[in-house]
């Protein structure tokens, strides 16, 4: 059964992230400069006006908040509405997009490109790997709009949506080094992702109303969830039995009198569980 949350009407929903210390599903309002709060126990939602706006969130082991913007990724203090730098300011990380932590208890960071932005012909988005110290190294260049990303369950692989693209590719990951395995799927509008306990991957489709999930040995596309609007732009799992999953969705350009669920928040009981998010400096590999 998929309820949807009236609340909170998002320009662009994106990067739901379950706070187990919190017992809070995160997520951001990205182009109204807003990080949001989901109380599952209570069915609220509040909102936390930001000085600019931010991508994806994610948690260090101390539990200290991680957010990336344009300007880069930082740590967030989200009271005080304060940034501090995760990595030396002259090193700079333009257009980042979506990020998590890795097995490795590492930050992973994608960029959009300039091509992508209208910016310039340039495909130059990446895929940045930033330690708990601050060392920055690029994993991948040539993305047109690096954006959902994930890890199996026994964290041999990862996988990376490329919405420019419109591909979901698989890599080998070992110790914070992947290596593309030639394996890749075509999904109209690849947006953020999730993977479940059995190793199942779940990419939000923008413009195709649907979830769709995805074989990870054979990377086709097996099912899809209907959701009920446009433009649902990520997934992820949360609760106390990381069985249920948030659906962030977008209005952006969109006619809410022709789509009145556009930008919601939709939440979708599951057969299947998620894996808690990792957390920085918190290694598992």
């Known amino acids: 059964m998929m309820k949807i ?16 210390r919190e017992g809070l599903l995160y997520f951001v309002n990205g182009m109204e400069n807003e990080i949001c709060t989901y109380n599952p126990d209570t069915e609220t939602i509040c909102a936390y006006p930001q000085e600019l706006g931010v991508a994806a969130i994610a948690f260090a082991r101390d539990g200290r908040m991680l957010v990336t913007r344009r300007d880069g990724a930082f740590f967030l203090d989200l009271k005080q509405g304060t940034t501090s730098p995760m990595y030396d300011e002259t090193i ?13 208890g590492c930050f992973y960071v994608g960029t959009q490109s300039e091509f992508r932005l209208g910016l310039s012909e340039k495909i130059d988005g990446k895929l940045y790997r930033i330690t708990p110290d601050g060392e920055v190294t690029v994993l991948l260049d040539r993305l047109i709009l690096a954006n959902g990303m994930d890890w199996s369950p026994d964290e041999r692989f990862f996988y990376l949506a490329d919405t420019g693209a419109k591909k979901v590719r698989k890599y080998a990951f070992d110790k914070g080094k992947i290596q593309f395995t030639g394996q890749e799927v075509h999904v109209s ?8 306990q059995s190793g199942t ?42 069985n249920q999953l948030a659906i962030t969705t977008a209005n952006f350009g969109i006619d809410t009198e022709e789509d009145k669920n556009a930008g919601f928040l939709f939440i979708q009981s599951m057969n299947t569980q998620g894996r808690l998010p990792y957390l920085l400096g918190e290694k598992t590999q």
């Open 5 to 20: 949350l009236t609340q909170k009407r998002c320009t662009i929903g994106e990067g739901p992230i379950w706070c187990e």
């Open 189 to 196: 509008g690849a947006d953020g992702l999730t993977v479940d």
């Open 92 to 104: 700079k990380i333009s257009n980042a997009n979506d990020a998590k932590v890795g097995p490795d």
């Open 201 to 242: 991957i779940f990419v939000a489709s923008w413009g195709k109303n649907c979830i769709v999930s995805i074989d990870p040995e054979t990377m086709q596309i097996k099912d899809t969830i209907p959701v009920p609007t446009k433009a649902p732009a990520s997934c992820a799992f949360f609760g106390k039995e990381m």
